[in-house]
């Protein structure tokens, strides 16, 4: 198998499974016994996801269910008048389209500029900006095209003009450098499963100290409390930091795995895993782009790239192609008009060969 799938769903490093099949152990032979252990390796996880993202504290870390979870508190916890807009592109992922569009019955625009009809992507989000934009939601890395925007840039018009900055950092979180308290995100969320290598079901959800303020909440219970594991008191209040947008249980489990595949990442460094993977991708860029019978789909400027390269044969569908590539054991995805390769920092240039010679023998 060649595995060039980790911008859908990433394999666990071997530390992550074998995480998981302690905790199941230890959970079938004791139950809850040690559950305050485990309640210090969900602080390590917070720990983890801040170093990750650079954030200020630990206080700005949530851990959710999955982006959309996140990106919804986002969008209907902000209080909107008819006539505001929300600038985006239309490249976006559904998880940060359908939420926004959702507002339409508030009276709320959702505005999807073409990434390809000014100088730069940038530009093409700012020409939509006016007096009423109240919010930029952008993905750091589109899902299909691989395209990398430049959220540094972004993160300062928003400043500049007073306007609300939301990042879905899921196709970047793990694989590229990205600092919070450089391009300044009032809002940022990502899930575990894609290029920090972790399990589906658990995601990190970033919000500056001013900006949670803005939320009103949309989900109550006993985890979202100040003064959590008081189960007597009558009186509560939402927790300071952002775990009020935590309302009930942890996922134990997936807080195990999730931390595993971190102490990974972490260890060897983003910034040696992005330089690897930007080796990687620059191969599949130039290879795709010897070739005559392939076609590049991705930008080919080396600053806008990620972990993604989309192509596709010029002789053969699309379909054709994912489904010869299937059978060959190469898994890839089917996006974006063409076919999508996503490897990791640790893909060998051999496979990346390999997966190149089966496109074009489709």
């Known amino acids: 198998m060649i595995y060039l799938n980790h911008a859908a769903v990433a394999p666990w490093p071997l530390r992550t499974t074998e995480a998981v099949k302690r905790f199941a152990e230890e959970n079938a032979r ?122 540094d840039k972004i993160g300062r018009f928003c400043r500049d003009h007073g ?59 006993w985890h979202m409390i100040e003064k959590v594991g008081d189960y007597d008191t009558k009186s509560w209040l939402p927790a300071r930091t952002a775990r009020r947008f935590e309302c009930g249980s942890p996922n134990m489990l997936g807080i195990h795995a999730l931390s595993a595949s971190l102490s990974l990442i972490l260890e060897i460094g983003v910034e040696a895993i992005e330089s690897l993977l930007l080796e990687r991708t620059a191969y599949l860029v130039e290879a795709i782009g010897n070739q005559p019978d392939l076609e590049l789909l991705s930008s080919g400027i080396a600053e806008r790239h990620s972990g993604i390269v989309l192509f596709r044969l010029r002789s053969v569908s699309n379909e054709r192609l994912y489904q010869h590539l299937k059978q060959s054991g190469v898994v890839c995805a089917l996006r974006g008009g063409g076919i999508r390769f996503s490897p990791h920092f640790y893909t060998s240039q051999t496979l990346l060969e390999r997966a190149i010679h089966i496109a074009l023998r489709a």
């Open 30 to 151: 004791y139950g809850a016994f040690r559950y305050l252990e485990w309640a210090k390796q969900e602080d390590l996880l917070r720990e983890q996801l801040r170093e990750l993202l650079n954030a200020p504290s630990t206080d700005d870390i949530a851990l959710v269910k999955n982006t959309s979870e996140a990106i919804s508190l986002v969008a209907f916890g902000l209080d909107w008048q008819p006539g505001d807009n929300i600038v985006s592109s239309n490249e976006e992922f559904p998880s940060n389209r359908i939420p926004w569009q959702a507002l339409g019955d508030l009276g709320v625009e959702f505005r999807e500029a073409d990434l390809n009809t000014a100088t730069t992507p940038e530009e093409a989000l700012f020409k939509l900006v006016d007096r009423h934009t109240k919010l930029i939601t952008v993905s750091s890395v589109q899902f299909a095209s691989g395209l990398r925007l430049d959220l």
């Open 163 to 221: 306007i609300l900055f939301c990042v879905d950092a899921i196709q970047s979180l793990g694989a590229l450098r990205l600092d919070v308290q450089k391009c300044q995100p009032d809002f940022l969320m990502a899930d575990g499963h894609k290029w920090m290598l972790g399990p589906e079901g658990l995601g990190v959800f970033y919000t500056s100290p001013r900006a949670r303020n803005l939320l009103n909440l949309m989900q109550y219970g």
